[in-house]
């Protein structure tokens, strides 16, 4: 700056040039770029007892709104703290419920969810899911198979000090492990077969839809025009061919309903059931993660466990009826629809 300074009170002409030469070379190449550090949540981790957050929730047990939103990002902060859960477990089933239930409460601690068993299912859910996340960019961003396990492992604790190195250490352990590779291959595979991608980015299908409904004088989307708005672009162009023939079908059927009326709370009747199917797998699509309801009574989980059940019943009656024979009750087990199975007991 001083040797520019100079130039244009000895020599202004030379001075203007250099100015134009970097004044071009800034805009041809443009400012730095700032790249946007993690997510912290600073203020809302500093917030005290007297403060809380008061959280909205649909009718599916989801956080909608802004509030919502906040605390979907402070869950993703919560378990990304090596304090509060390890990266070292294989699966989020394998993590002690003790420490779920420790992370709840801090939860609660800050936001004020209406407490039932759907809300609290929903926020374990998502704990597990964002954990699952924060391994993945961890891989992403750290696995070099040309690298040995202790230079990965002094990488990243070095770039990210939320990184514990014990616990990274055996997570890299793994990946390198042929079951893990083998595992990646059949998840990549599996990645591609996907079709109909959504755009929607981070936000949720329920916060999508509350906004929706806002906009709409309170009358929530269909699911049909959830698949829409999902599954178009800004520019108006549909993320896919397959995706766009189901969207050109659901236009015909909502230009059909003006004249024939679709009850779209009827998940088995919608406007989307009608183009995609019924649902599968026990989840009900378009609506965000949630348990749709059993087919036809219990779950074969369930079947089993009411079948052992029986079966114990069973035995322990045959076990009473051996040593108080006049006991009746056969009778008594038939009253509850449980088949009495004789047997000697030996």
């Known amino acids: 700056m001083f040797l520019l300074n100079y ?3 000895n020599c202004r002409p030379f001075a203007e040039l250099i100015l134009q030469i970097w004044s071009y070379e800034i805009y041809k190449i443009g400012a730095p770029k700032k790249v946007r550090g993690y997510t ?14 008061v959280v909205t929730f649909n009718n599916f047990g989801k956080p909608v709104g802004d509030e919502g939103n906040e605390l979907v990002q402070y869950l993703g902060t ?23 239930e420790d ?10 969810p209406v407490e039932t068993s759907e809300i609290k299912k929903w926020i374990f859910h998502s704990m597990g899911k964002k954990w699952r996340t924060w391994k993945g960019s961890l891989k992403t961003r750290a696995y070099d198979p040309s690298l040995s396990i202790d230079e990965i492992v002094t990488q ?9 190195p014990t616990q990274f250490k055996e997570l890299v352990t793994r990946w390198f492990t042929s079951e893990f590779q083998s595992t990646c291959v059949v998840k990549r595979m599996s990645r591609e077969k996907m079709h109909e991608p959504h755009v929607t980015g981070t ?21 049909g025009e959830m698949y829409v708005t999902t599954r178009t672009r800004k520019d108006g162009s549909i993320v896919d061919d397959k995706a766009a023939e189901v969207v050109a079908s659901l236009k015909a059927i909502a230009s059909d309903s003006i004249s024939t009326p679709i009850d779209s709370s009827d998940i088995t009747n ?19 993660r949630m348990p749709a309801a059993k087919k036809n009574g219990d779950s ?27 006991a009746n009750l056969s009778a008594v087990l038939r009253n509850m629809n449980i088949e009495v199975i004789t047997c000697t007991i030996t």
């Open 203 to 223: 936000k949720s299908f329920a916060r999508l839809a509350h906004e929706m409904a806002i906009n709409n004088n309170g009358v929530y989307p269909s699911r």
């Open 40 to 53: 912290q949540k600073s203020e809302t981790w500093k917030m005290n007892s007297t403060q809380r957050i």
């Open 156 to 164: 990243q604790t070095k770039k990210d000090n939320r990184v514990n």
């Open 300 to 326: 074969s989980s369930d079947s089993q466990t009411i079948h052992q059940l029986k079966s114990v019943v069973n035995v322990m009656a045959n076990i009473i009826q051996e040593h108080i024979p006049n």
């Open 78 to 100: 919560l378990v990304r703290m090596a304090d509060h859960v390890s990266i070292e477990y294989s699966d989020w089933r394998k993590v002690p419920i003790q420490k779920k």
């Open 103 to 112: 992370m709840y409460s801090l939860v609660k601690f800050i936001f004020h």
């Open 270 to 288: 919608d406007d989307y059931s009608k183009v995609k199917g019924p649902e599968k797998r026990g989840y009900v699509r378009l609506v965000g």
């Open 7 to 9: 130039l244009y009170k």
